[in-house]
């Protein structure tokens, strides 16, 4: 079946502006991620959903970032007034119940460049 | 498109075997190699990565080399530890693009 998939696939804004991010999940998975991985850094972790449960939002790195989940499945991230450090590559997965045991699916990503 | 292709396991060793995670690619161009890690329980972590052929990346005693020439990326460790365990995600990055993971090997290392 499909894969997880993100858009917009690239995004190039100005600085200051707000952006989103949406993701979607493989179906039927209870579970979503965002991660990013800035320009020679390691995958960073940002926020988990898990079913109806509140979302584990300990790695988002300020309160310009937020994320929604609708309806168990598709995923928004929201930048507002970027900055030129938000630039990275922000990733979302997938699993079937959020298990440790279970494995996530990582959708291709979305380029975002701050100019 | 690029892809890349893991064996997915599960892989189930004994402590100090040796560990083998093949890991080969499809691409275009000359892609960025990395190799991530998760534990149970924790997000993603960059284990290693290579960026050009013939590179080695290397950390907490795993190794990878990129071999352009059989578009493979193997992951190695000598002698494995029970807290090795974990799920291990073979990508690449070609310029330009965005990431391709390959679908995850689970690795469990018995006491």
């Known amino acids: 079946g499909a894969g997880v998939s993100q858009s917009p696939s690239n995004k190039v804004t100005e600085k200051g502006k707000d952006v989103e991010l949406r993701c979607d999940p493989i179906s039927g998975h209870t579970a979503l991620y965002w991660y990013r991985q800035s320009l020679g850094q390691g995958l960073e972790f940002l926020i988990y959903?898990?079913?109806?449960?509140?979302?584990?939002k300990s790695g988002l790195p300020s309160d310009r970032f937020s994320a929604e989940r609708t309806g168990g499945s598709v995923s928004t991230l929201t930048i507002q007034r970027t900055q030129q450090e938000d630039s990275a590559v922000y990733l979302c997965a997938s699993s079937l119940r959020g298990a440790s045991t279970d494995t996530q699916y990582f959708g291709p990503g979305t380029r975002l460049t701050v100019l | 498109g690029d892809s890349v292709t893991q064996m997915e396991g599960p892989v189930t060793l004994s402590e100090e075997a040796f560990l083998t995670i093949n890991c080969t690619y499809t691409a275009t161009g000359y892609p960025s190699l990395f190799w991530y890690v998760q534990y149970p329980g924790e997000g993603l972590q960059l284990l290693l990565k290579a960026t050009k052929a013939d590179d080695k990346g290397s950390n907490k005693g795993f190794e990878a080399t990129y071999r352009k020439e059989t578009t493979s990326f193997h992951l190695e460790k000598g002698s494995v530890q029970v807290s090795d365990s974990a799920v291990y995600f073979c990508?690449?990055?070609?310029?330009?693009?965005?990431?391709?993971f390959g679908p995850g090997t689970r690795l469990s290392v018995l006491p």
């Open positions: 959903f898990q079913g109806n449960s509140a979302p584990d």
């Open positions: 990508a690449l990055e070609n310029y330009g693009q965005n990431f391709v």
